[in-house]
């Protein structure tokens, strides 16, 4: 195999050493194994824009909260190591927690108004300790970019955050959702719906289709969109909603009146599987017009 397996920092560092060359660009794909053709889309997209590639593995138990699924999240090291020599990644970075972290509790990083809204309030803790392995991730290896997919969009947000706070010379590359035919997000969590939920399950992109569509023909107040969403989803009585918000594309907040780009995004449970996805929504040429007069 082809593929370099990194399990220090110091493996990767004497590696990238000898591999980087003069100038050359080094891209990172952080991910927690498991690989699909989700991340299959960042790879191919930062294979294509560096000069070295590194995908790091690591099952983060900071961005879990109590009672979510750390224990059960698959781990396929294996699998995931011939996943990325196919696509020509050049090294994986696969360190245990006390590698990452050393020997005691590292400190969380404050991921601030970000992380207020949509996930925030379900899953307390989780972008802070994702923001954290993510920093140490940087930490370990000073890529040039990262590469995030975008239908983590609040994590996209916070990483974007921490990064202009702190000045790092990283840039943050964010990579459009890839999806199945019937307009699922590809997700290592869709594994756990049983073949009546996965039918089920295309409801969230069916019903956030339906909020861009009403922001596109100039409904300005995001209610509107909000609300036809929601009754697509209730149209499926085995749904549980935990948000679904319009809100702006960078700091995350939900908006009053719609004036310009914003995100519909949610987050919604099928059986015992938590699914979240996003759409890009512009609002109506017309409405924008009528505004500037
Ligand atoms: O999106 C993920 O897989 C994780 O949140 C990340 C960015 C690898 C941090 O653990």
């Not at 397996?5 to 794909?29: F, H, M, P, S, W």
């Not at 994986?92 to 990083?109: C, H, I, Q, T």
């Not at 992109?205 to 036809?228: C, H, K, M």
């Amino acid at each position: 195999m082809s593929v370099e397996l990194c399990r220090t920092a110091d493996q990767l560092r004497n590696y990238l050493g000898k591999v980087r060359g003069e100038g050359g660009i080094v891209g990172l794909v952080p991910t927690m194994g498991a690989l699909h053709e989700g991340h299959g889309a960042l790879i191919d997209r930062a294979r294509g824009e560096c000069d070295v590639l590194v995908v790091s593995i690591f099952v983060n138990p900071l961005q879990f909260g109590e009672g979510e699924d750390y224990d059960r999240y698959p781990r396929t090291l294996g699998e995931d190591l011939v996943f990325c020599e196919v696509r020509k990644v050049d090294a994986v970075f696969a360190p245990s927690m006390e590698e990452l972290y050393g020997d005691r509790k590292p400190e969380m990083v404050d991921v601030g108004v970000v992380a207020e809204h949509l996930c925030g309030p379900f899953r307390p803790g989780h972008f802070s300790g994702m923001a954290t392995a993510v920093l140490s991730l940087f930490a370990s290896l000073a890529p040039d970019r990262a590469y995030f997919g975008e239908k983590d969009l609040q994590q996209l947000a916070v990483i974007r955050r921490m990064v202009a706070d702190r000045i790092l010379p990283i840039e943050i590359v964010g990579v459009e959702t890839r999806r199945e035919t019937d307009g699922l997000a590809i997700s290592s969590r869709n594994q756990y719906l049983s073949s009546d939920e996965r039918h089920v399950a295309a409801v969230l992109n069916r019903a956030l289709r339906v909020a861009r569509q009403r922001i596109g023909d100039g409904d300005r107040d995001p209610q509107v969109g909000r609300a036809a969403a929601l009754r697509v989803l209730e149209l499926e009585p085995t749904v549980r909603v935990d948000y679904l918000e319009i809100v702006d594309p960078y700091d995350m907040q939900p908006v009053d009146e719609i004036t310009g780009p914003v995100r519909a995004a949610a987050a919604i449970w099928i059986g015992q599987t938590r699914l979240i996805d996003n759409v890009a929504c512009e609002p109506a040429r017309k409405a924008r017009r009528s505004r500037e007069k």
